[in-house]
């Protein structure tokens, strides 16, 4: 197990998840401003882009600055999530459902640059059609979709729909900065709750109105992947990701959205203006609660089918299963 690493443990029909998770933004403290933003994007390896962009907004607001996302700044998150959903599709998702890895497809991923050229990769490997069309689809259009066998991706959302019911998890759209630093309950802890409730904050809690029908039905893992199918075609229709800061208590908290859910930030700076406390929750940090959404997807079922719902819920570290039948690492 590598120290940044999450482990489920399954002993006496109960899942215990343990995350030591390393701070890495600890190394901000003392740091300038404008050090700790240069930082950001070479600190962490996954969804640069949106962490660089808030930093940079949770220190402006800290500072008393304007803390404000531009159209450039945004593409790049956008573009970034964008090619980080294809990645999980390509590598983890649709292996996962029993579809074999394209390796041309993944060459392609690595020679897109643009949106445009993602575009392309999406019509072909996921969607099987125009973005705009699929979209239109609807609940049932999806299902039929997914019957057609059209598209790998396709295929994929059918072995899923045939999967045993799970329980459903509690879901939460987070809002705005502003909203989150009038009312900052959520920060106690080492893990972010909603007055005291474990909730998933990604793609399943945007979308939970129109897939609440394959919730109810316990098409959970389902209702998981056409989420960030749909995310992943919004933002390829061009929806921006959202980005804010709001002060809170003389901190600065911002959030960003990404591939898998919010993300935020929250920064203070000392007398000298040099940052004195920082702190990241990524969506993975709500996700890896004690009660939250991991260990609930963990709580039945043998090693593949708890891999292949992890894989959905999609931690932004690599996981590893003990105490498990089929016993198997999956890596994110």
Request: aromatic share 6%; glycine share 8%; charged share 15%.
């Amino acid at each position: 197990m590598s120290r940044d690493s999450i482990t489920l443990l399954r002993q006496h029909g109960q899942a215990q998840l343990h995350w030591p998770r390393l701070a890495a933004e600890q190394l901000f403290i003392g740091r300038s401003a404008d050090d700790a933003c240069a930082l950001a994007g070479r600190l962490f390896a996954l969804c640069s882009h949106a962490q660089s962009l808030a930093a940079r907004l949770a220190l402006a607001c800290a500072s008393g600055q304007p803390a404000a996302a531009d159209s450039r700044a945004l593409d790049s998150v956008r573009l970034e999530a964008i090619r980080e959903t294809l990645r999980r599709w390509l590598l983890d998702w649709g292996p996962a459902c029993g579809q074999h890895p394209d390796p041309r497809c993944l060459a392609a991923l690595g020679q897109a640059r643009t949106i445009a050229d993602c575009a392309v990769l999406a019509e072909h490997s996921v969607f099987g059609t125009r973005t705009r069309a699929w979209r239109q689809y609807g609940l049932a259009g999806w299902r039929q979709w997914a019957a057609s066998g059209h598209s790998p991706a396709a295929r994929a959302l059918q072995v899923l729909l045939q999967q045993p019911p799970e329980p459903a998890p509690a879901l939460l759209v987070l809002p705005d900065s502003q909203q989150l630093a009038a009312a900052p309950h959520w920060l106690a802890g080492a893990h972010p709750a909603w007055h005291g409730q474990a909730v998933e904050t990604g793609a399943l809690a945007r979308y939970q109105r129109l897939l609440q029908p394959w919730l109810d039905a316990g098409q959970v893992s389902a209702a998981r992947l056409l989420a960030r199918l749909l995310a992943l075609a919004d933002a390829l229709l061009g929806v921006p990701p959202h980005a804010c800061a709001s002060p809170l208590a003389g901190s600065g908290l911002a959030r960003v959205d990404t591939a898998r859910g919010p993300l935020l930030h929250l920064a203070t700076l000392g007398p000298d203006g040099r940052i004195s406390h920082y702190r990241v929750l990524p969506p993975t940090l709500w996700h890896t609660h004690p009660a939250g959404c991991m260990v609930q997807a963990a709580a039945h079922g043998d090693a593949p089918q708890i891999t292949r719902r992890l894989l959905l819920i999609d931690p932004c570290v690599s996981f590893t299963l003990a105490g498990f039948d089929n016993k198997e690492h999956a890596h994110a």
